[in-house]
């Protein structure tokens, strides 16, 4: 739910609960006024018929439908005594028992003592809750109306610099040196975002960077000493006196400088497609090099007792791209559905109008599909393994311009690289 | 065979020219620019193995000084540098092959004989151990004059073993040799094996000697003894 919708929502509760809260307090007061103007217009009436008593007029005259008089004996009372109540009567016209106000007055007038008892309808509660509600229901749809408009004509265009920040974040790679275009803005609170924004992305891109140089530096830097090591333990290797025990030592030990120097090529690889050593514009063939791959990965295979498909169509011929890259991603990615495969298993390889489908059967995955393209994620693997093959061809599809996908679906695990044909020349 | 290696760093400089000198190869090192363009332009070396990246110097302009005195010399580039920019100028300004630093010794070593053979054009185009004889150009094999019909693989494990005669060659290395660099992830070069057990017997159903040693442990070994 966007942030706008939430205020309309809570403005609208707010509204609702307000609105409900002075409807009580409307009613009340009404009521109030209603019981005090009634009250003052039978004070009124008794006083004209304490005058008309006064002036002598016969009682019986006087009496009716609201007006009860009755003579009383007086035992000395000077004051006058008077109570307002709320009664039912029987309406005298409708014939239906209402709500009334009554006035019980005892007045002494003259020698004599006269209760005299007045009554008065009062305006009907139905009539009074139902112009409340009314008025409040016009009330809520007025600011419901103003709110709904507010949300979505001024809100939106206040919000305006946050959902640009927001594009723009989204856009953000730490890789590039693209600047930030933050909007500019007025609101101290969008402004406080942007200066953070903007403090970030350089602080990422300075940090990345400085890792990146280290990486470069380390993985060029290590070439040296290990081809220094892999010598001086070739030499060892040829030394006549060397026993059994200590040549499987070097040789172990030769393997292992071989890995860290696969690791350091690897990574100088990565560092070298990032910054577009490669010219990406080549036409390349995509089935010329498989066709040219695959003897030695179906020998390969056949090694692991991995039954071996391939069915490629001779389509794909001019791909932009560049053709060491190629192989490397070819490479990396047959390698790797050999490595990831089960002893006895299979693979499939499928070239079809630029599309290329490797298949191969493997233990499920550790990690969801997006980690895998990651530098290091191994999967459930042998320890040889380096992970950065598959960084590497996600690394090269992305600068080619390929789209690379990753599925498993037991058995299958399933790498679909799409190859962009070339530009119609124009 | 003569060869320059022009190399800064000593201990590389010191592994690389020990494990060169081998049989009839005289291996000289050029420790900086300068001293390497002494040596060239007082003698004449069949192949120069060349670090581009030297301390007072580039690799690159020796290459030229080495095409314009000696265009008959072989140049084999080796650098820490994988950048393409190095290979390519590399190889646009005469070089003959490009190696990246760390290699196996074993593969410099076949790659430094083959350019030599494709250098010696005048000369036999033959390689030869004992009884076997090698065209490289057609790729025919013969023992005792008759020729052996081997699989492309084995061919280059043959020519492999030959180019690396007498020396200890680990399965790794022999593997990486035959399928690249595509055979770094496996666990096991064990499978090695099953190639050099059919050219040993495609070898001596053809009449010839069981030349190639198994040192336990490790790989195997072309030798006479």
Redesign the interface.
Known sequence: MSLLTKFTFIYLAIISVVLGVAGLIIYNQFQELVVRETDYTLYHDLQIVKESIRQGKPIEALNNERVHITPLPNHGRTEEIRAYSDTLIVHYFTKKLEPFRKVTALSPIGDQLYRIEITEIFIEEEDMKRAVADMLRKLFFALSGAILLFSFVFSRQLLKPFRLILEQMERFTVGTNAPLELPRTNTREFRQLKAFVRQMADRARREYRALKEFVEHTSHEMQTPVAIAQGKMELLLQDPELKPRQAELVASAKNALARLSRLGKGLALLTKIEHGEYTLSEQVDVAAALHRLLPDFEELAQMKNIEFLADIEDDCKTVRGNATLLEILLTNLLKNAIQHNDEGGRIEVRLRQCRLLIRNTGKAPDHPPEVLFQRFAKGNSSQSNLGLGLAIARKICDASGYHIRYRYEAPWHEVEVVFAPPAPET | MKLLLIED?P??AQ??V??LRNGDVVCERAASFGEAREKLESFHYDIVLLDIMLPDGSGLDLLELIKEKAPDTGVLVIS??????DRITGLERGADDYL???????ELSARIKALYRRRKRQGMQTLHWQEITITPDTHEVKVHGRPVELTL?EYKLLVFFIENAG??L?K?SIAEHL?????????SFD?VY?HIKNLRKKLAAAGAGDYIKT?????YKLTDQ
């Open positions: 760093e201990e590389l592994a690389l020990h494990y820490a540098r994988d950048a393409l920019d990246t630093k760390p290699f196996q010794f074993p693989k020396r200890v680990t790794q399928w690249g660099d595509h055979v770094d992830f496996l666990d499978f099953q040192i336990y442990g490790l790989g």
